[in-house]
Protein backbone atom coordinates (compact mmCIF):
# COMPACT_ATOMS: atom_id res chain seq x y z
CA UNK A 1 0.00 0.00 0.00
CA UNK A 2 0.91 3.77 -0.72
CA UNK A 3 2.66 5.04 2.47
CA UNK A 4 2.21 8.62 3.80
CA UNK A 5 1.79 11.40 0.75
CA UNK A 6 2.21 15.10 1.02
CA UNK A 7 2.02 17.84 -1.46
CA UNK A 8 3.24 19.74 -3.13
CA UNK A 9 7.07 18.83 -2.76
CA UNK A 10 8.31 22.15 -2.75
CA UNK A 11 6.85 25.69 -2.89
CA UNK A 12 8.49 29.01 -3.01
CA UNK A 13 6.19 31.84 -1.92
CA UNK A 14 6.87 35.46 -1.25
CA UNK A 15 6.76 37.18 2.60
CA UNK A 16 3.14 37.58 3.18
CA UNK A 17 1.00 35.14 1.42
CA UNK A 18 -0.72 32.02 2.51
CA UNK A 19 0.49 28.51 2.18
CA UNK A 20 -1.24 25.35 2.06
CA UNK A 21 0.45 22.30 2.81
CA UNK A 22 -1.34 18.36 2.37
CA UNK A 23 -0.55 15.25 4.07
CA UNK A 24 -2.37 12.26 2.85
CA UNK A 25 -1.66 9.53 5.88
CA UNK A 26 -1.86 5.88 5.39
CA UNK A 27 -5.17 4.48 4.58
CA UNK A 28 -6.70 4.02 8.15
CA UNK A 29 -4.47 5.18 10.36
CA UNK A 30 -6.39 7.09 13.18
CA UNK A 31 -3.11 9.49 14.52
CA UNK A 32 -1.61 12.27 12.30
CA UNK A 33 1.56 14.72 13.44
CA UNK A 34 2.84 17.50 11.64
CA UNK A 35 6.61 18.06 12.33
CA UNK A 36 9.01 21.04 10.90
CA UNK A 37 12.76 20.70 10.55
CA UNK A 38 14.20 24.10 10.00
CA UNK A 39 17.62 24.47 8.52
CA UNK A 40 20.35 22.54 11.34
CA UNK A 41 17.56 22.25 13.72
CA UNK A 42 15.82 18.64 14.42
CA UNK A 43 12.13 18.15 14.29
CA UNK A 44 9.46 20.01 16.02
CA UNK A 45 6.51 19.19 16.75
CA UNK A 46 3.35 21.54 15.65
CA UNK A 47 -0.21 19.48 16.27
CA UNK A 48 -1.68 15.53 16.83
CA UNK A 49 -4.48 14.79 15.70
CA UNK A 50 -6.63 11.64 16.56
CA UNK A 51 -9.22 11.23 14.07
CA UNK A 52 -10.56 14.95 12.90
CA UNK A 53 -10.30 16.59 16.60
CA UNK A 54 -6.63 17.82 17.81
CA UNK A 55 -6.17 17.03 21.49
CA UNK A 56 -2.40 18.61 21.18
CA UNK A 57 -1.92 21.88 19.20
CA UNK A 58 0.78 22.78 21.70
CA UNK A 59 3.70 22.96 19.07
CA UNK A 60 2.03 25.87 16.99
CA UNK A 61 4.50 28.46 16.60
CA UNK A 62 1.84 31.18 16.14
CA UNK A 63 -1.84 32.06 15.45
CA UNK A 64 -0.29 32.16 11.84
CA UNK A 65 -0.38 28.20 11.51
CA UNK A 66 -3.70 26.39 11.66
CA UNK A 67 -4.29 22.84 10.63
CA UNK A 68 -7.71 20.94 10.14
CA UNK A 69 -8.32 16.77 9.27
CA UNK A 70 -11.36 15.95 7.83
CA UNK A 71 -12.63 12.58 7.42
CA UNK A 72 -10.41 11.23 9.29
CA UNK A 73 -7.97 11.02 6.51
CA UNK A 74 -6.57 13.97 4.84
CA UNK A 75 -5.24 17.28 6.82
CA UNK A 76 -4.04 20.32 5.59
CA UNK A 77 -1.49 22.86 7.45
CA UNK A 78 -1.88 26.51 6.42
CA UNK A 79 0.33 29.04 7.17
CA UNK A 80 -0.75 33.14 6.95
CA UNK A 81 1.09 35.53 6.27
CA UNK A 82 4.49 33.76 5.84
CA UNK A 83 7.52 34.61 7.05
CA UNK A 84 10.96 34.14 6.28
CA UNK A 85 11.58 32.10 9.25
CA UNK A 86 8.25 29.69 8.18
CA UNK A 87 11.07 28.15 5.53
CA UNK A 88 11.70 25.04 6.34
CA UNK A 89 10.87 21.02 5.62
CA UNK A 90 7.16 20.37 6.79
CA UNK A 91 7.38 16.75 7.38
CA UNK A 92 3.60 14.93 8.17
CA UNK A 93 3.72 11.28 9.93
CA UNK A 94 0.62 8.90 10.72
CA UNK A 95 0.47 6.21 12.90
CA UNK A 96 -2.48 2.96 13.48
CA UNK A 97 -2.10 2.91 17.19
CA UNK A 98 -1.13 5.96 19.18
CA UNK A 99 -0.17 5.92 22.88
CA UNK A 100 3.06 3.86 23.88
CA UNK A 101 2.27 0.38 21.63
CA UNK A 102 2.36 3.02 18.72
CA UNK A 103 5.09 5.54 18.79
CA UNK A 104 7.39 3.40 17.30
CA UNK A 105 5.54 3.04 13.90
CA UNK A 106 4.65 6.82 13.43
CA UNK A 107 5.32 6.71 9.40
CA UNK A 108 6.80 10.11 7.91
CA UNK A 109 5.80 11.20 4.35
CA UNK A 110 8.58 12.92 2.21
CA UNK A 111 8.45 16.41 3.84
CA UNK A 112 7.05 19.86 1.43
CA UNK A 113 10.14 22.09 1.18
CA UNK A 114 8.67 25.65 1.92
CA UNK A 115 10.82 28.59 0.90
CA UNK A 116 9.57 32.26 1.81
CA UNK A 117 11.34 34.68 0.09
CA UNK B 1 15.88 25.16 25.89
CA UNK B 2 16.82 22.00 23.85
CA UNK B 3 15.71 18.86 25.43
CA UNK B 4 17.16 16.33 23.61
CA UNK B 5 20.70 16.70 22.48
CA UNK B 6 22.63 14.97 19.98
CA UNK B 7 26.19 16.80 20.26
CA UNK B 8 28.00 15.39 17.56
CA UNK B 9 26.87 16.56 13.72
CA UNK B 10 28.65 14.18 12.25
CA UNK B 11 30.48 10.36 12.63
CA UNK B 12 32.43 9.00 10.25
CA UNK B 13 33.25 5.36 10.59
CA UNK B 14 35.04 2.50 8.40
CA UNK B 15 32.81 0.10 7.08
CA UNK B 16 32.76 -3.12 9.29
CA UNK B 17 33.88 -1.12 12.52
CA UNK B 18 30.94 -0.06 14.86
CA UNK B 19 29.15 3.28 14.51
CA UNK B 20 28.23 4.94 18.26
CA UNK B 21 25.90 7.67 17.92
CA UNK B 22 25.13 9.40 21.35
CA UNK B 23 22.27 11.28 22.81
CA UNK B 24 21.72 13.00 25.75
CA UNK B 25 18.31 14.39 27.17
CA UNK B 26 17.23 16.72 30.34
CA UNK B 27 13.53 15.94 30.95
CA UNK B 28 13.46 13.25 33.38
CA UNK B 29 9.98 12.74 32.50
CA UNK B 30 10.70 10.99 29.09
CA UNK B 31 9.73 7.13 29.42
CA UNK B 32 10.60 6.07 26.05
CA UNK B 33 12.93 6.35 23.63
CA UNK B 34 13.57 6.02 19.89
CA UNK B 35 15.88 6.34 17.02
CA UNK B 36 15.18 7.51 13.42
CA UNK B 37 17.07 7.48 9.90
CA UNK B 38 17.06 10.44 8.00
CA UNK B 39 18.45 10.19 4.27
CA UNK B 40 18.05 12.83 1.76
CA UNK B 41 15.01 14.19 0.19
CA UNK B 42 13.52 11.18 2.49
CA UNK B 43 10.88 11.20 6.10
CA UNK B 44 12.67 10.00 8.90
CA UNK B 45 12.40 6.13 8.83
CA UNK B 46 11.53 4.65 12.60
CA UNK B 47 14.68 2.32 13.75
CA UNK B 48 14.48 0.77 16.91
CA UNK B 49 13.26 2.00 19.93
CA UNK B 50 13.75 1.71 24.34
CA UNK B 51 10.96 1.81 26.92
CA UNK B 52 12.45 3.69 30.21
CA UNK B 53 11.94 0.39 32.26
CA UNK B 54 15.01 -1.24 30.03
CA UNK B 55 18.43 -0.94 29.61
CA UNK B 56 19.12 -2.08 25.97
CA UNK B 57 17.28 -3.51 23.22
CA UNK B 58 18.77 -4.64 20.44
CA UNK B 59 17.35 -5.74 17.19
CA UNK B 60 19.47 -7.11 14.51
CA UNK B 61 23.16 -5.10 13.64
CA UNK B 62 21.58 -2.29 15.73
CA UNK B 63 21.36 -1.92 19.40
CA UNK B 64 20.23 1.03 22.06
CA UNK B 65 21.64 1.14 25.21
CA UNK B 66 20.19 3.78 28.44
CA UNK B 67 21.62 4.99 30.75
CA UNK B 68 18.52 6.34 33.16
CA UNK B 69 21.09 7.96 35.91
CA UNK B 70 23.50 9.84 33.08
CA UNK B 71 19.95 10.87 31.12
CA UNK B 72 22.13 9.16 28.40
CA UNK B 73 21.41 6.68 25.63
CA UNK B 74 23.44 5.53 22.61
CA UNK B 75 22.74 3.48 19.36
CA UNK B 76 25.13 1.07 18.29
CA UNK B 77 25.48 -0.35 14.82
CA UNK B 78 27.45 -3.34 14.10
CA UNK B 79 28.86 -3.98 11.39
CA UNK B 80 28.74 -0.67 10.19
CA UNK B 81 27.61 -0.56 6.42
CA UNK B 82 27.77 2.38 3.26
CA UNK B 83 24.00 1.89 3.63
CA UNK B 84 23.81 2.79 6.86
CA UNK B 85 25.17 6.81 5.72
CA UNK B 86 22.19 8.77 6.72
CA UNK B 87 21.06 11.71 9.77
CA UNK B 88 20.46 9.44 12.20
CA UNK B 89 17.67 11.55 15.22
CA UNK B 90 17.20 10.44 18.47
CA UNK B 91 14.17 10.82 19.97
CA UNK B 92 11.98 10.91 23.17
CA UNK B 93 8.09 11.01 24.43
CA UNK B 94 7.08 11.97 27.83
CA UNK B 95 4.51 9.87 29.52
CA UNK B 96 0.94 10.92 28.30
CA UNK B 97 1.92 12.82 25.44
CA UNK B 98 2.08 11.63 21.72
CA UNK B 99 4.53 14.27 20.38
CA UNK B 100 8.12 13.38 20.15
CA UNK B 101 10.77 15.43 20.73
CA UNK B 102 13.84 15.14 18.62
CA UNK B 103 17.89 15.88 18.51
CA UNK B 104 19.11 18.11 15.69
CA UNK B 105 20.57 14.49 13.91
CA UNK B 106 24.35 12.93 13.57
CA UNK B 107 25.02 12.54 10.04
CA UNK B 108 26.78 8.84 10.02
CA UNK B 109 29.01 7.81 7.10
CA UNK B 110 30.13 4.47 6.47
CA UNK B 111 33.36 4.70 4.05
CA UNK B 112 33.75 1.57 1.65
Known amino acids: GAGVSQSPSNKVTEKGKDVELRCDPI?????LYWYRQSLGQGLEFLIY????????KSGLPSDRFSAERTGGSVSTLTIQRTQQEDSAVYLC???????????????FGPGTRLLVL | DQQVKQNSPSLSVQEGRISILNCDYT??????FLWYKKYPAEGPTFLIS?????DKNEDGRFTVFLNKSAKHLSLHIVPSQPGDSAVYFC???????????FGKGTKLTVNP
Open chain 1, 93 to 107: ASSSLPGLAGVETQY
Open chain 1, 27 to 31: SGHTA
Open chain 1, 49 to 56: FQGNSAPD
Open chain 2, 27 to 32: NSMFDY
Open chain 2, 50 to 54: ISSIK
Open chain 2, 91 to 101: AARQGGSEKLV
